[in-house]
């Protein structure tokens, strides 16, 4: 087992979106610490009682496509480092940081007045904030620069009700002042309002921007069948993607754009993926005008035409994969695990294997790989098994299945074939698929007694090796594998407080010391920070030594 970086901390830790900082909170403190070296790059001092108030920790993600670095070694923060901003917030303020400066960048009081805080976000540039008023009471933008704010009533709350335009900065976004959904299209930094349009949906769930910012889609509520409209960039209606009146259908789930933007999937309630094609080449019918004479042979008419079905994935219950693998997890003694080859057909675990508070249908996560060649997805009615759809073949190449359901799946930025799959267990462990490989892998993190629900995220890369960090409220673990696979030790550049391996936890005069009470040394500075609580013991008072058990006992002669 390689050894790792631990961080100790009262919340979540977040990675910044190209991996290359760690933000957390720590007694009373904001700490922005590298990944290359676990050093502290930042600290900042929180006003009294935020440690424990603050909901939102956010970092400013740019507008184009985000990367984790293939190298990012050292601790300076250059001019070109995209995760510069950081802001938290709770119920009353907003504090934004900038990472490059010890001091505090912006701070907004009252935010919100009748309504808690529903969500928080920065906007196209780090210099504006959107802020979401509970029940969608409405929508704050507000201008750090000019510490003024534009004010959008009636806004329909949720995170897939806006979506910026990539290559300009217009905002797009869904509001609903009577009963119908309208869509405003709002300029770049003024927010002026450009265009105003009535939809023909129900009850809109969601809108996206494709990532070349030529096409908006917006799909519709589950009672309105497999419904998706496809606008253009400034909000035109172009075409309406709908099932036929024959085709039953419950409504859709999840909707998705690969990253070219050359597919649009959608994931409907019925556990099935069907993929738009942006140009689809399609033959004609043969009971149409059919055939085109060319010297002595007859060729058939193709067509091009835009955003039709081009392929469809299932999840049926049985797995059977021609031509392909299917992958099952298989538990050891003292809990190990690992993957071993099924038998197909194989039968995964249905959704009545699992204790679930209320019962769910469709596709429960998909995901696009960065090359916009495989896509991942689970289905509600089998939750532990993931399928990885080869695009370019249209058939599954391989399927997993597990013991728990899947919490999360997350594609590495930087290596388009490696899947880190997270499920839903109390052990800290991640499961890790590549195409190259000769099987998966399955790495536990020694966290000692996590507390919480876990959670996982890629880092920058080192040489030859990926990152990734494993958190709970209480603690946080970096792992750390090469390209081929094999566990590699970890070796930060710099010295931290957070000693690496489990053995240095315990081992004594170089351990972390986890007790919540805290001896001040005499002749330390009153103000020398200290994790946790300082208590005051009388010098007469005996402290019992922590590690007695590991002294022999003293016989008497």
């Known amino acids: ?55 939102f920790i956010r970092w400013y993600r740019s507008l184009g496509k985000d990367a984790v670095p293939l190298r990012s070694e050292g601790s300076k923060i250059d001019n070109e480092c995209s995760s510069q901003y950081l802001l938290l917030a709770d119920d009353a303020r907003i504090i934004v940081y900038d990472v490059k400066s010890s001091q505090l960048y912006a701070e907004i009081s009252g935010a919100t007045t009748l309504t808690k805080l529903a969500d928080v976000d920065f906007g196209q540039t780090p210099d504006q904030v959107m802020v979401c008023s509970d029940f969608g009471y409405k929508l704050q933008i507000w201008s750090l620069k000019s510490k003024r704010a534009v004010e959008i009533k009636d806004f329909k709350h949720g995170g897939a009700c806006y979506s ?17 959904d309208i869509l405003l299209i709002l300029a770049p930094h003024s927010h002026e309002v450009l265009s105003t349009s009535e939809l023909s949906t129900v009850d809109a769930r969601g809108i996206k921007y494709s990532p070349d ?12 069948g497999c419904r998706v409209i496809v606008l253009t960039a400034n909000g035109h209606h172009f075409k309406t993607y ?17 990253p070219s933007g050359h597919h649009l999937a959608i994931g409907d309630q019925e556990g099935s993926v069907t993929l738009l094609g942006k140009n689809t080449v399609g033959r004609v019918s043969i009971l ?26 299932f999840h049926p219950s049985s797995v059977q994969i021609r031509n392909g693998i299917v992958w099952q997890e298989e538990l050891g003694h003292s809990r190990s695990r690992s993957y071993a080859q099924a038998t197909q057909p194989a039968g995964p675990p249905s959704q009545g294997a699992f204790k679930a508070k209320a019962r769910q249908t469709g596709i429960a996560l998909m995901e696009f790989n960065a090359s916009g ?38 594609w590495h930025p930087v290596l388009p074939d490696l899947l880190l799959m ?46 990734f960090l494993l958190s709970s409220n209480d603690q946080s673990a970096i792992g750390q594998i090469s390209y081929e696979g094999e566990e590699v030790p970890w070796h930060p550049e710099g010295d931290s407080f957070a000693r690496m391996g489990p053995e240095a936890m315990f081992d004594e005069g170089h351990s972390i010391d986890l007790s919540p009470v805290k001896l001040q040394a005499n002749g330390l500075p009153a103000n020398t920070p200290t994790v946790g609580l300082t208590t005051e013991l009388d010098q007469a008072t005996e402290v019992q030594d922590t590690f007695h058990y590991r002294h022999p006992k003293q016989t008497a002669a």
């Open 373 to 410: 060649d495989l896509l991942a997805s689970t289905s509600s009615d089998t939750p532990s098994t993931v399928w990885i759809h080869s695009l370019q073949s249209s058939r599954p190449l391989t399927s997993l299945i597990h013991h728990s359901p899947m919490k999360a799946l997350y």
């Open 288 to 313: 149409s005008v059919a055939l085109w004479p060319v010297g002595n042979i007859i060729e058939p008419i193709f067509t091009l035409s835009q955003f039709t079905p081009h392929m469809h994935f």
């Open 164 to 180: 910026y335009r990539s290559n300009t900065g217009h905002l797009a976004l869904l509001a609903r002042p009577a009963a119908h």
């Open 1 to 55: 087992m390689p050894r790792q970086c631990y961080l100790l901390s009262s919340q979540l830790p977040v990675p910044s979106p190209d991996g290359i900082l760690i933000a957390f909170i720590a007694s009373s403190q904001l700490h922005i610490r590298c990944v290359a070296t676990t050093n502290d790059l930042q600290i900042y001092d929180l006003p009294p009682g935020f440690d424990t108030s603050c909901r």
């Open 242 to 258: 709908a099932r036929s009146e024959d085709e039953l259908s419950l409504g859709i789930k999840c909707l998705q754009w690969s």
């Open 422 to 467: 997270h499920c839903a267990i109390p052990e800290p462990t991640v499961h890790l698929w590549r195409a190259s490989w000769h099987n998966p892998k399955i790495l536990s993190l020694p966290l000692q007694a996590p507390i919480g629900k876990l959670q996982v995220a890629w880092l920058s890369c080192g040489n030859d090796k990926v990152r």
């Open 213 to 224: 910012g030529n096409w908006l889609a917006v799909w519709d509520t589950a009672s309105a």
